[in-house]
């Protein structure tokens, strides 16, 4: 059996300088898996590059099989990936419930605004605000908004860039249960985090990345989480 998602040596560079040096990784599916690594290490780039932001050099990355290197953002949202970008990149001039509607853009379907519906008992602080800006809302609240404009695509997998970033420790062990809850309504999930401790804890594959290259593969257990902590944040290069 296949993984959900397979990437194979990915290059992605920034004119000359390559952030992604033949990054091969496998997300299972139905799984959590996790990407650690310190800042710079070019994890953002990798979810970018899955998203069809930014075309590879070479490699190829995989969804159920079949090949979808270098499609454009619009057709890898309709292949079934949503990304939840880093810094809950939400629509700020816009409502909560266009943005929720912004995140239904490719889809011709009648069930838009049952989902609309689902997504509002599920995040009944959203509710509450549907007609606010989403400028003006909390920063727990625009991620949980980020979340669910991308889950407004019914993906298949969730590409997730540190949905923690910057979020009260209660506010994010919030943002842990909504992706424990999408695991286990079906989601796969790729997840870049700086809360190693958490994302350790949710799930079951994880991968150490440095400079560009994975440098690390295993179930959370099989390093030291104080290890996995210390080259998520520092590297593997002596302090
Ligand atoms: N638009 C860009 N132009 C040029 N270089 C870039 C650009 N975006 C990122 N880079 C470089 O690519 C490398 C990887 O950056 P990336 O944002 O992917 O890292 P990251 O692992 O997500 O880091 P962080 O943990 O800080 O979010 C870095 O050296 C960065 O300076
Ligand atoms: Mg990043």
């Known amino acids: 059996m296949s993984a959900l998602l397979e990437i194979r040596q990915l290059v992605t560079a920034y004119g000359k300088i390559e952030a992604l040096k033949g990054?091969?990784?496998?997300?299972?599916?139905?799984?959590?898996?996790?990407?650690?690594?310190?800042?710079?290490?070019?994890?953002?780039?990798?979810?970018?590059?899955?998203a069809g932001i930014l075309r590879p050099k070479s490699g190829s990355i995989r969804l159920a099989g079949e090949e979808i290197t270098g499609r454009p953002p619009?057709?890898?949202?309709?292949?079934?990936?949503?990304?939840?970008p880093e810094n809950r990149l939400v629509f700020p001039n816009m409502s909560v419930l266009e943005n929720l509607q912004a995140g239904a853009y490719q889809r011709r379907d009648r069930e838009i605004e049952a989902d609309i519906g689902k997504l509002f008992e599920r995040f009944p602080r959203l509710k509450e605000r549907s007609g606010q800006n989403a400028g003006t809302l909390s920063g727990g609240e625009q991620q949980m908004l980020a979340v669910a404009r991308a889950l407004m695509s019914r993906p298949k997998l969730l590409l997730m860039d540190e949905p923690s970033l910057g979020?009260?420790?209660?506010?994010?062990?919030?943002?842990?249960?909504?992706i424990v809850q999408l695991h286990q309504d079906g989601v796969s999930i790729f997840l870049v985090e700086q809360n190693?401790?958490?994302?350790?804890?949710?799930?079951?594959?994880?991968?150490?990345?440095?400079?560009?290259?994975?440098?690390?593969?295993?179930?959370?257990?099989?390093?030291?989480?104080?290890?996995?902590?210390?080259?998520?944040?520092?590297?593997?290069a002596k302090a």
């Open 167 to 178: 979020l009260a420790p209660l506010v994010v062990e919030e943002i842990f249960r909504i």
């Open 196 to 236: 190693a401790h958490m994302a350790l804890k949710v799930a079951q594959h994880f991968y150490l990345m440095e400079q560009g290259k994975v440098t690390f593969s295993g179930t959370p257990g099989a390093l030291a989480e104080d290890e996995v902590i210390r080259r998520a944040y520092l590297g593997s």
């Open 74 to 84: 619009h057709a890898i949202v309709a292949g079934g990936i949503a990304l939840v």
């Open 23 to 50: 990054v091969t990784l496998d997300v299972e599916q139905g799984s959590i898996t996790c990407l650690l690594g310190p800042n710079g290490a070019g994890k953002t780039t990798l979810m970018m590059t899955v």
